[in-house]
């Protein structure tokens, strides 16, 4: 049974950073998708980062530049560094995981696999 569990979630000032962390367990294919999506109160699920598993990386266009994400396969942990934060990035954080790319994906459907999401609030 896949199991998702995510971590690092808090309070900031905005132009502050947080490092979400996201610790997996049971089996994921190795071809599927892994990363993040985020749910603010009466908005849509926004696909935000994604890793596949060649490395690949894609980022939606209103974090580029500001968020990475990164995994470590070693540790079964997949990560989001979010510097520069924005108060509109105030959200529910979830880890996923997906054969298609989850930036794709988050906008129809749920995906295959996520997390019970930690919180993230920037504050002005």
């Known amino acids: 049974q896949v199991q998702l569990a995510e971590s690092g979630g808090g309070s900031v000032q905005a132009g502050g950073s947080l490092r979400l962390s996201c610790a997996a367990s049971?089996?994921?294919?190795?071809?599927?998708?892994m990363g993040w999506f985020r749910q603010a109160p009466g908005k849509a699920r926004e696909g935000v980062a994604t890793?596949?598993?060649?490395?690949?990386?894609s980022y939606a266009d209103f974090v580029k530049g500001r968020f990475t994400i990164s995994k470590d396969n070693a540790k079964n942990t997949l990560y989001l560094q979010m510097n520069r934060l924005k108060v509109e990035d105030t959200a529910m954080y979830y880890c996923?995981?997906?054969?298609?790319?989850?930036?794709?994906?988050?906008?129809?459907?749920?995906?295959?696999?996520w997390g019970q999401g930690t919180q993230v609030t920037v504050s002005s």
């Open positions: 049971g089996y994921i294919y190795s071809s599927y998708y």
């Open positions: 996923a995981a997906d054969p298609t790319d989850l930036n794709s994906v988050v906008a129809h459907r749920s995906p295959y696999y």
């Open positions: 890793i596949d598993s060649d490395g690949s990386k």
